[in-house]
Every structure is written in structure tokens, then in C-alpha cells.
């Protein structure tokens, strides 16, 4: 159960409960929602059925899933406008234009481009449409006019991304727009855990969004990832680490190709060096070499995988998908504890929680548990058992659902919302879920640990069902 953890693009188009609920059962632990697209009338419509695909997950499992909801922000991208979807030939002639005569009024000749170009792209200039599906090459300029032709066929839709190769360094777009601040403030108001920023160009980047988030108590809570999408961001990689919440790899066209393997490898290894969430993106429909790069990574710790593309579309791919990354992913490799120690930084934490977090996880190993059960208040602690890397699951009984669900994009985790009103123990609440999901079975030994009381302790599950453990 949950050998690797899935973030799911769900579509305002194709937000059925029934679907979302399929996904949850094939291993969906966030819902990611992007703001580039739709309305915040739509998105309310999927978070609402997200949250009920929960609740009926509840009903059919009795486990109360911790499901998480990120936005993925728009960020400073040139987009194009809305448009007559249309197959473009090479030769053909395509006209962008910077009027917003074309953004309110689309025709099947000119293509609206939110950002004012036409003063800075000159004759024979190479404009890429959606990451180089479609490549331009500029004819001439007329006003806020701009005459192309096409250099590269292919397919042409609404609000698809824009970038010119030659003049990415002179374009100056403030990082959070209205939009932006629009969508943050849509995001507090749904209580969201996550925010994804895209377009991330140094660590400054999240001083813009903190400050906007600061006006609002409540918001304080929501943990902020970067998505590294261009060179501005890989040359200041090493201060995002530091700054942001979590890195989420999501190369685009900005960034060389033959660059991206080296990437991965050493942003993956930073971001373990600061304890700090690292998350690939693919495409729901996984290729072969997509699913070698992933079963690559998942043995080197990557904490997620996000299909950036529609999870719910009436083939189910990414249904598909999911159900190849469990198989791919359910072994994991190892990390003797003294390399973990030498390689991760742990100076930042309470030394006690460090030695007790090392302590459970050494004495999980060698009793060969099948679980780990933390006791808690905090995220802190289930934090750094992650971070010594257990081989078994590991069940956090912790009542702040906000922490829960945020809990819940880490690897092999599994959080559960405390419910006060429980007759039994916490422990044997959280020994009972290991025995309905099969994760545990009688006779198996775990390891309790009580960040409350801070003890660790190891127990035997009794063969005799009715016999609770004594704490």
C-alpha cells in the first residue's frame, strides 16, 4: 500500500466524483488543479467533488483520507488567447498579434499573445508554441501586428505557452500577476495545502509570494514549491533549495535538453541534503523510457510523481499509468544510517527528536518490522523518521489535518486524522488500520513511537484478534 506517492492533474472538464474516487484507489494522494486553465467557479466544482471522492473512500475503506489539494500557479509565461483550434503546415502564414481587439474576439487568422512583443522580436526571429510543438520564424512587424511563418507544423489551441529563444533576457514580467494574487487568495479561502510556482527565477521569488500570503493568518500553514522551468532558475538553484518548501523538476524548452539528466541528479541529491521534498513531473501517458527514468529514481528517494496532464479523460492513461508506477516502484533501495547521517544535514532540528527519530528506524531494521506507528502533534518528527529512511511504511496517528495532508505527498507515509471520539487507544486505532490493510498481519512486530511521551517501544500483534495491545 502506497509505495510511492502520485499527484494527479484533475481537469475542470472531467471532475466526476466516480473518477476521482478511481484514482484515490489507484494510489492519488494530492490533487493538483492548474489555475492556468478554467475558472475559480469550475475549480470549486472539483475541489468540492475531490473532497467527496474522499468521503466515499471513507466509506467503503473506514480510512479517512488525508487527500491533499494543490494550485499550480500560472507564474510569468506569455500564453496565447483563446483560439479556433487548427493544424498549421510548414510554410503556412500565422499572424500573433498584442491587440486586445483579438483577445475578446478570436478569429481563425490571428493569434492573441498576452504579453507586448511586437516592439522586441525583429525579422527571422524564432518564436516556439507550446515547449517547440509549433516554431515560428517572424516575417515582419506591423504595429502590435506580427506577421510569421510557420517553421514547424503541428497543432494550434487556446492558451498555449509562448517563448522566443532570442529575447528571454529582456522580457520583464512581474512574478506574481493579479491573476496570481487572485488564484493565492482562492486558494486560502478553499483551506489548499499546497501552492506549485511556476516559472521560478531565484529565491526572491518566494519573498513575493510570503508577503502577498503574510496579510492572511491562516495561510501561513501552506507549504510553497518551486517548479524549476527555466535557466534563470538551475543558476540559482542552490538558494531556492534553501528558501522554497519543496522542487518539483518540470523542464520546459527554456532549459538545454542535453542538461536535464545532470539536473535531476544533482538537485535530487541537494534537496535530501536539506530535507526538503523533491517531486518529477511526466506526461499521464507514460512512454517506455519514462517508465525506466522513474524506476531509476524511485530508488534513489524521489518523493513524487506528478502527471502534469488531465488524470481523469475518458481513457483513463493516467488510471493505466498508475497502476505500472505501483508495480515499478514497490522496492525502494537503502541507505545504511551512518551514510544517511553523514549525508543529510539534520544541525536545524532538536537533537532528542533526531536521536530518536534515528533510534526508531535502527531498531526497526533490526527487528524486521513491518510498520513504524508515530504519536504526534507535529510534522516534525515523522519528518525526520522519513529522513532516515525506514524499509517498512509508516503510520502517523496526528490530529492538525492541515499537516496531515501535507504529510501525505511524502513517500511511503501514511497519515491519519486523529478522531478524539475513538474508543480505543491511538496505538491500537493505528494497529487496526495496519491489520485491515494488510500491511501488518498477527504475529508481526512494530515500532510505536510516542513523540508525546518520547518514547519508542517495540510490540508483537497478537494472533488473538480481540486482545488489544497494552500501552
Known sequence: MKAFNFICTIAPENNSIERIERMIYKGMSVARLNLTHGTHESHFVTITNV??????????????????IAFDLRGPEMRTGEIIERDVKIGESVTLSCSAEFLTKPDGSTIYVDFPIARKVKKDQVILINDGSVALSVDCVLGDNIMCLVRKGGILKSFQTLYIPDIVNQLSQPFLSEKDKNDIDFAIEQNVQFLFASHVKDGDSIDKIREYLDDNSSSKSIKIYAKIQNQFAVDEIEEII?????????????????????LERLTLWKCKRKMKPFLLTVESELESAEIYQISNWSLQFV?????????????????????????VNSIKSEMSDEENEKFVDFSAFDFMKVALASSTVKASITSETSAIIIITNSSQLPFLVYYHHPKCLTIVIIEDEMQARQLNILNRIIPLIDNRELKTSKENFAVEFTLKSKITKPGDSIVILNDEQNSMTIHYIPYDRQKQLKF
Open 303 to 327: 518523493d513524487g510523481i506528478i502527471l502534469k496532464r488531465d488524470a481523469c479523460r475518458d481513457k483513463f492513461e493516467a488510471i493505466q499509468s498508475l497502476k505500472v508506477l505501483q508495480k
Open 51 to 68: 473532497r467527496l471522492a474522499a468521503e466515499r473512500y471513507f466509506v467503503r475503506t473506514s480510512y479517512v483520507c488525508p487527500l491533499a
Open 242 to 262: 534553501t528558501k522554497f518548501d519543496g522542487i518539483i523538476i518540470a523542464p520546459t524548452i527554456a532549459i538545454n535538453l542535453r542538461t536535464i539528466p545532470v
